[in-house]
Structure formats: structure tokens, C-alpha cells
């Protein structure tokens, strides 16, 4: 059985797991930096740097501690090498590295969108490759082929925002506070979905593309105009933005056809009303539906020492660089 220690720090979670090839996450902490960014409404990179750098540490040595083993019963170390806030990044990737050196073991730089992208694997054993995977967080969104570890084919992205982008300046526009994604469900709850005309960007368009920009244009219309409840803007929002996740996704399924599994992650997966509208989905295309728990949908290690476990065997470099930018 193989052990692998995972870290993450591409955004605003500080975070380490001890995860086993049999899928058990033996031990993770994680540390949110919501109050730091709070006042800002949004994730100020500086700050994230600065706390990744005081805490990353303490959170390992607990890891390890919870799990009762050292660096030496670790079989590698995983890490988020990008994409993501470059000072975040590099925080933990360094701290791989010197881990790394010291414990005489490989070094696994993680692609964090393959953490995201992997993460229904070590959620349940039973999702095999090739799958359909649409993938939903805060700096991406995008519907992926996945045949196996490392390959991956796009065929959609967005042109403007990114799905979990636009429920957090949705919610900023509503004053619903940060983070913003949970905000709007919540509000949402209360709401009516279909008080509120919103535009439903891309739909009908034959590629299966997104883009958000118009709809949260449409959103501060609706605000500044005054003649909306908060809670009706947030569930028309929610269910405008869903309907245009289904849409896309049916153009891109179409293009699917041998491909009887349909996941999704990122920590827009968190989202209950999106995961019932994805079910809906793929039972219409005669397909099973895998979420993984909310916990792993929004940013964590678990993830990353997952990838760790699943791509067991690579060593990368030393001098291996963080990066800002990296497709999948
Ligand atoms: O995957 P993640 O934790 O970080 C990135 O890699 O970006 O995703 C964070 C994004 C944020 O935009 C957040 O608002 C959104 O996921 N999010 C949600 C929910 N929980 C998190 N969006 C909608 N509903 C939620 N319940
Ligand atoms: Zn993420």
C-alpha cells in the first residue's frame, strides 16, 4: 500500500492530506483564508501568499501528526505546481521540494485542474475511465474528456468569466459577502427563480462554449433598477446559470456518444441545485452521474495526494517551476 502527502495552495485554502492507495484519506487539515479576504470581497493574492507562508508548515507537521507516521512512511510528495495566485503556488511547492529533499523521496508536481479533475476517482472506487467531465470552480469551467491520467481533451471553455467567477461577483453585486458561491445558495433557497428575466448566455449556439459576462452585466441591471428582492435575483441568477450549464453540456455530450459516465467537480460542484440539474442530465442521456462529496468538490489536498497516488511512479525535477498558467 502506498502513502502519498498532498498540498495545495494555489488560491485560498492551505492545505495537506495523507491519502493511500486504497483510497482512504488517513489524515487532512485545512485552513481557509474567508476573514483575510472578506474585507476585500474577493481573494487578494499578497495576503493569500503571506498566509500560505505562515501556515503551511504547522498544517504538514499536524498531518503527519494526526496520521501517527513520518515523512519517511510517505511514498511521495504531491503538490499544486499550478495553475494558480503564483505566490500561493510557490509557497507550497517549495515546501514539497524541501520535503522532498529531505525525506529522500519523489517529488509529484500536481496540475490542480487534474487534482479537480481526478477527485470522483478517490471519491469512488467504481468511476473508470473514459469519462465526461464537467469541470466548475472559481478560475475555470470547462466540459473534458478524460481517458485516462494525463489525458484529457477540452471541448469547452468559457470565453469570458468562469462559472464559480460569476456566482461570486453575483454575489458581491447583492452584497451577499465572500465567499460568495455558498452565499447565493443560500439566498437563493428563499428566492423565486423565475422572478427575475436574465439572459441565458451561449445557449443555442452549436459550440458548446460558456460565458458569463453578460448575465452578471444583467444581474447589476436588475439590482440597481430597484425592483427586485435580493432572494428572487440570487435564485434567478442560480437557475439562469444552470440552464445554460445544461444546454452546453447536451452539445458537448452529443459529441460523447461512447462515454457512459458523467462527472463533476470544482467547488461549483458543491452546489446542490447544480448537482440535481447535472443528475437530471445525464439520466436523460441514459448515463450515471458522479458527484464527490462537497468537501472534495471545493479546493483541498486530498485531491492533490489522490493525483499523487494515481500518477505513483513520476519524479519530477528539483528546479521544477510554479505556473500561473497550465492547461490541462
Ligand atoms: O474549486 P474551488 O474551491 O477553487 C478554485 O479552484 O477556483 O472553487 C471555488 C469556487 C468559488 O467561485 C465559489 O464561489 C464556488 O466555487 N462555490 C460555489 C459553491 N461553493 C463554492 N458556487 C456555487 N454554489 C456553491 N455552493
Ligand atoms: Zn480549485
Not at 84 to 104: P, Q
Not at 154 to 170: H, N, V
Not at 186 to 214: Q, Y
Not at 285 to 302: E, I, Q, S, V, Y
Request: hydrophobic share 50%; charged share 20%.
Amino acid at each position: 500500500m502506498a502513502l502519498v502527502l498532498g498540498i495545495e495552495s494555489s488560491c485560498d485554502e492551505t492545505a495537506a492530506a495523507l491519502v493511500d492507495s486504497d483510497r482512504r484519506i488517513v489524515a487532512q487539515r485545512i485552513a481557509s483564508q474567508d476573514a483575510e479576504h472578506a474585507p476585500y470581497g474577493g481573494v487578494v493574492p499578497e495576503i493569500a501568499a503571506r498566509a500560505h507562508a505562515e501556515r503551511l508548515a504547522p498544517i504538514i507537521a499536524g498531518v503527519l501528526d494526526d496520521a501517527g507516521v513520518t515523512l519517511a512512511d510517505c511514498d511521495a510528495i504531491a503538490a499544486t505546481a499550478g495553475p494558480g495566485l503564483i505566490g500561493g503556488v510557490m509557497v507550497g511547492l517549495v515546501s514539497a521540494k524541501a520535503l522532498a529533499m529531505a525525506g529522500d523521496k519523489p517529488l509529484i508536481a500536481i496540475n490542480h485542474l487534474e487534482g479537480h479533475a481526478l477527485s470522483p476517482r478517490l471519491a469512488d472506487s467504481s468511476i473508470a475511465f473514459p469519462y465526461a467531465l464537467l469541470l466548475v470552480s472559481g478560475g475555470h469551467c470547462q466540459i473534458l474528456r478524460v481517458d485516462g491520467v494525463g489525458q484529457y481533451k477540452r471541448l469547452a471553455t468559457t470565453i469570458d468569466d468562469a462559472l464559480g467567477e460569476a456566482f461570486d461577483k453575483t454575489a458581491k453585486i447583492l452584497g451577499l459577502g465572500f465567499p460568495g458561491g455558498p452565499a447565493v445558495e443560500r439566498t437563493a433557497r428563499e428566492g423565486d427563480a423565475k422572478a427575475v428575466p436574465l439572459p441565458r448566455p451561449m445557449v443555442g449556439s452549436g459550440e458548446p462554449h460558456f460565458s458569463f459576462a453578460g448575465l452578471k452585466s444583467a444581474v447589476l441591471r436588475a439590482h440597481e433598477s430597484g425592483a427586485y428582492a435580493v432572494a428572487d435575483i440570487a435564485a434567478s441568477f442560480q437557475q439562469a446559470a444552470i440552464d445554460c450549464v445544461v444546454d452546453r453540456l447536451r452539445i458537448a455530450l452529443a459529441e460523447m456518444d461512447d462515454v457512459d459516465t458523467l462527472v463533476v467537480a470544482g467547488g461549483v460542484a458543491a452546489n446542490a441545485n447544480v448537482r440535481a440539474a447535472l443528475e437530471q442530465v445525464a439520466a436523460d442521456h441514459g448515463m450515471r452521474f458522479a458527484a464527490p462529496p462537497p468537501k472534495l468538490c471545493t479546493d483541498n489536498a486530498a485531491m492533490i495526494a489522490w493525483a499523487g497516488i494515481e500518477r505513483l511512479g513520476q519524479s519530477d525535477p528539483l528546479d521544477i517551476s510554479a505556473r500561473p498558467r497550465w492547461p490541462l
